[in-house]
C-alpha cells in the first residue's frame, strides 16, 4: 500500500497545521468566509497563555454584518486549516490530526463585546472513550454544529473553540483556538442568559483540562485523578435556568434540554474515514519527539515507521515531487544529508504536522 502524503515543506509552503472558524453555514449553505465572523488577528496560530486578551475572540475586530439566526434553530460553525486557500490536498484540513482535544462552544450577549463574565457555554464535546472532539470535528470536515438555545431576540457572539493538548503534558503549552461569529437571534424565544465566565479568567494553565497528558494509554485528566477529561470551563447551560452559567452549582440538566441535542449533532455523521484520513494520520500522528526535545510527553509505542514504505517506488533523487512516499523522501534526504540524518529527520518530520516554531 502506498501512502502519498504531501510534505509541503519540502515544497516550501507548509503552513503551520492550526485552524480559524471562518463562516457561518445555515441550512447546508455557507453563508461566505468571514461574514460575520471577525477574523483573528494572529493568523490561524494558537494562543499558548490562558491570560491573553485574545482569549476572548481572538484578537478579532468587529465585523460589518450580524447574520440572523433563529431562536431554537442548529446552525453550523465552519472552521479551516487555511484561511482562503484551497483545501484540496492538504492534509492538515480542517487541523492538523494530531491536534486531539476538546471542541467547545459559548455564547454572549453582544453588547459586552465579549468583556465580563458574560460568556455561557453551550455546547462541549470532550474525551468519549477514545475518541476526542478534535476527532469528531475532522470527520465532519471542520463543522461545528450547535443548536442555538431558545434565546430572547437580540444580538449575541457566538465563540466556537479547540483546545489543542499534543504537548500539554507541559505547562504552557496547550493551544487555544478561538473565534467570534456575530449573530442576531429572531424569533419568540424567552430565555435569557445567566451570568457566565469571563475570558480570559474562565481558564487556569493548571486545569486539569489544560495541562493534560493524553498519551500513554487511559487518559486522565480530571479534578480527582481518575480515568476520563474534564472540559475546562464552565457546566453547559442548560438553556433554561437562569442562575447556573458559571459552573459550581448548575442545576442538572433536564432530559429534553438543548445540551442533549446539542451533544447528538456533534456526533460523526459517519465511521467511514474521509479519503484523507490515512494519509493524514501517516503524516500527523499524535506524537512529537523530534523537534519536541524539551517534551516529557510519554509516547505511544505504535507509530508510523519509515521503513514501512520501504519498496513502494523508493530510490535516490535529487528533486523532490509535489507528491512522494516517506521512503522517497528519505531517499531524497540522503542525497542531501547522509543515510543516519536523513532517517532520523524523515522519522521526527512524519510525527509532526507543522513546524517548530509553533509544535
Ligand atoms: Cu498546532
Redesign the pocket.
Known sequence: MKTAIVFALAAGKLA???ATFQSFVIDGKDQGQHTAVRTPSNANN?ILDVTSSSMSCNGGTKAADTLEVAAGSEIGLQWHHNDGASTTGDNDEPI?AS?KGPVIVYIAPAESNGEGDVWVKIQQDGLTGTTWGVDNFITNKGLVNVKIPELAAGEYLIRPEII?LHEASAQGKA?FYNGCGQIKVTGSGSASLPSGVAFPGAYSATDPGVLCNIYGGEVKCTASGSAGYDVPGPEVWDGASSGSGSGSGSAPASSATPTTTAAASLAPVSSAPAATSSATAAAAPTIGSGYDTGSSTTQPAAQPTATAETGSGSGSRSTLPEQFTISEFISWLETKTGSANAKRFAAAFARRA?PRD??
Do not use: D, E, R, S
Open positions: 503551520a497545521a492550526h494558537p492538523a491536534h489543542a493551544q507543522h509553533f509544535a
